[in-house]
């Protein structure tokens, strides 16, 4: 009977010792994410409390290797280099925590809405235009010498970076092939470059599609030095 007492009581020991690390990592994690998040609104312009979620359990034993296997973070909006985003999502892999600050492998997604594109085509065009979401791609709408102007604008990703290019092109009562708009118009507005800037170095934009919202961009790296907080 000592025997198994002694068994029972042993057992139920390491039992409670280990729920106790196990709410000690819990509120170890915590706290880390919390301070994450607090970086994260100290450095960059966001809109809203960001969330992060760092994976993997033990988090102390990844804490000791000074290396977190998966984290990902997201955030209601961030305006970089004055281009403003929503629904921002990033995804890491492998990150370093000591420096230089490293992550294996950083995926992200965000979604840039009209308001921010028309700014961007109106900088580089001159055109003020309305942008709307028509199906899989943007409708602008406006005025071109003295006639309403309507067309369907694509955005997509050549060589990291973001494209707009013009179709389907209605002005006035006519519909217009891109390359007789009149005055040089059609050049313009064909292969228009939308910064996106800000991102880390080596994460360049692989994607682009239209969403309900806007023009969901996505963005990936491998091998990237993230630059040290203040």
Sequence with gaps: MGARRALTGTVVTLVVVAGAAVVADRVAVGVAEDR???????????????EVTIHGFPFLTQLLGRSLDDVDAAADGITLEGVDATDVRVHARDVGLVAPYTVGDARVEATLPPASLERVLADRTGLDVTLTVDGDALRASGEVLGLDLSAALVPRVEDGT?????ADVALGERRLDVAD???????????VPVPVE???DGVVLTSAAVVPDGVRVSARGTDVVLPEAP
């Design 36 to 50: 994450a998040a607090d970086v994260v609104t100290e450095q960059l312009d966001v809109s809203g409390r960001p």
């Design 162 to 166: 973001l494209l707009v290019d013009l």
């Design 181 to 191: 708009l009149p005055g040089g118009l059609g050049r313009a507005v064909s292969d």
């Design 198 to 200: 800000g991102l880390p």
